[in-house]
């Protein structure tokens, strides 16, 4: 697993954007109703960003297991204020458009032009009923009589 000894390159690189991202966005936010509480979580959106980012990397298979099993058994030392799963995976939701933007913008590679395509054809319905099936009956029809 050498992708885990990046762990604090990883994270310096998404704290570094995260910041940015949570500056330009407080330009745009609304300021928050009076009575709504406003606490922090022990984890910051970065870690668990980076989990999320590790999670991706690692050869597990569930979440659940790598987060309870890997991240707060084996990497104490990295996270050491981590949360019970429930509550990890709330925070999973807060972190989604940050991610998005940051694997869109930093992390994607150069395009090189080759693109790979997959043709398998998706089973829609039994063999059997593809006759009678009649859920893009429309869109089908005019695609055939556009082709000639």
């Known amino acids: 697993m050498q992708y885990f000894d990046l762990v604090?390159?990883?994270?310096?690189?998404?704290?570094?954007?995260y910041i940015?991202?949570?500056?330009?966005?407080q330009e745009f936010q609304l300021p928050a109703p009076k009575k709504q509480r406003n606490r922090s979580s022990l984890m910051s959106g970065s870690e668990v960003m980076t989990i999320?980012?590790?999670?991706?990397?690692?050869?597990?298979r569930s979440l659940?297991?790598?987060?309870?099993?890997?991240?707060?058994?084996?990497?104490?030392?990295?996270?050491?204020?981590?949360?019970?799963?429930?509550?990890?995976?709330?925070?999973?939701?807060?972190?989604?458009?940050?991610?998005t933007i940051y694997?869109?913008?930093?992390r994607s590679g150069k395009c090189s032009g080759i693109s790979f395509v997959d043709s398998t054809p998706l089973r829609v319905c039994h063999n059997k009923r593809i006759g009678s099936n009649k859920v893009f009956a429309d869109i089908a029809q005019r695609g055939k009589t556009s082709m000639g």
């Open 8 to 17: 604090t390159e990883i994270f310096v690189s998404i704290d570094d954007f």
């Open 20 to 25: 940015q991202f949570n500056q330009k966005i």
């Open 52 to 60: 999320l980012v590790l999670f991706h990397l690692s050869q597990h």
């Open 64 to 99: 659940k297991h790598f987060y309870l099993y890997y991240v707060k058994k084996h990497m104490q030392a990295e996270f050491p204020k981590t949360v019970s799963y429930n509550r990890f995976v709330e925070l999973m939701s807060s972190v989604l458009l940050p991610l």
């Open 103 to 106: 694997l869109k913008t930093c």
